[in-house]
């Protein structure tokens, strides 16, 4: 049995909130969101396996990102046409406000 993906009509506003609140996950997002696809290996160095292993299940819960198995590995996608469908222009809100720097 694989991990859980939520199907798109249960994606709760709530989750993926919660999944976002988090800066290392709104990081894997933004970069699914520029690069597409990617091994999850390689998202965030220096990160302890057991912690990614957290992220990804709640990003993954949440409803934000597919991860399916590519060899001995697992590849992270974003969902982006089901967060769409979900919450229309919400993810595009997301991503902009994550490229405005903070202020001093």
Known sequence: ?????PKTDQIRLEDVFAALSNPMRL???RTLAESGPTPCGSL???VPKSTLTHH????REGGLIWQEAAGREYTLTLRREDLEQRF?????????????????
């Open 1 to 5: 049995m694989g991990p859980r993906h």
């Open 88 to 104: 229309p222009g919400l993810l595009d809100a997301v991503l902009q406000a994550a490229r405005v720097p903070e202020p001093q």
């Open 27 to 29: 990081k894997v997002v």
């Open 44 to 46: 965030l160095d220096g």
């Open 56 to 59: 990804w299940r709640v990003l």
